[in-house]
């Protein structure tokens, strides 16, 4: 069962390869479903759950630019107010989320988009770490050409979301997510096509079996 962990910052398609990767091996795409299962564990809602993700502008990335904060609730050295009826801490939500990563990546394998996967699955055999980047300009070009927006917003929400994500594996993974030591593969997927990056990154993986 083949085990693809993908790092992407925004702007770098991961939403569009990591599926893409998912049905060239054969195995599940696994993005909203771990926080759908959290969720449910957790007996809370699927937006009070995102809240505590990494991936969505919606999620934490809008939670650390907020202007409502607690000192007694940190989230990678900021300060911050968590909104909504959630009464399981913040830690809790990521260690069931990490659980049942590692119950799935055991049980059936998958494609793991963000999450911190290349860490959380570190030792898992025969796994696949993989970060998608490039130059925030050319992201930022991407980004506004996919989703038909203004470089100016476009930056914003990547500069948000690249905040956010940072904040997310540092704090609760005391890691970086830009060191390229923790990943097999390296690309830039603003310059290299999409399909291009699927094929690279689904012969790295069945070259490890």
Do not use: W
């Amino acid at each position: 069962m083949r085990v693809v962990t993908i790092s992407a910052t925004y702007g770098t398609a991961g939403s569009q390869i990591g599926p893409a990767v998912a049905e060239h091996l054969g195995v599940p795409f696994v993005d909203r479903a771990i926080p759908s299962a959290v969720a449910q564990e957790l007996g809370c809602t699927l937006e009070e759950a995102l809240a505590h993700d990494d991936r969505a502008e919606h999620g934490l990335g809008r939670l650390l630019s907020g202007a409502m904060r607690l000192p007694t609730v940190t989230f990678g050295g900021v300060d911050m107010y968590v909104p909504g009826a959630m009464p399981h801490a913040p830690e809790e939500f990521v260690r069931r989320t990490e659980r049942m990563l590692k119950d799935m990546a055991r049980d059936q394998g998958g494609v793991f988009l963000g999450r911190a996967g290349a860490v959380v699955l570190a030792d898992h055999p025969g796994a696949l770490h993989v970060r998608l980047d490039a130059p925030i300009q050319r992201r930022i070009r991407q980004t506004a050409t996919l989703a038909g927006m203004s470089e100016r917003e476009a930056r914003r929400i990547i500069e948000d979301n690249d905040r956010a994500r940072m904040a997310y594996v540092r704090h609760f993974y005391r890691a970086d997510p830009t060191d390229s030591c923790q990943y097999h593969l390296v690309v830039d997927s603003t310059t290299i096509p999409v399909p291009t990056c699927v094929e690279l990154i689904v012969t790295a993986a069945e070259a490890l079996d």
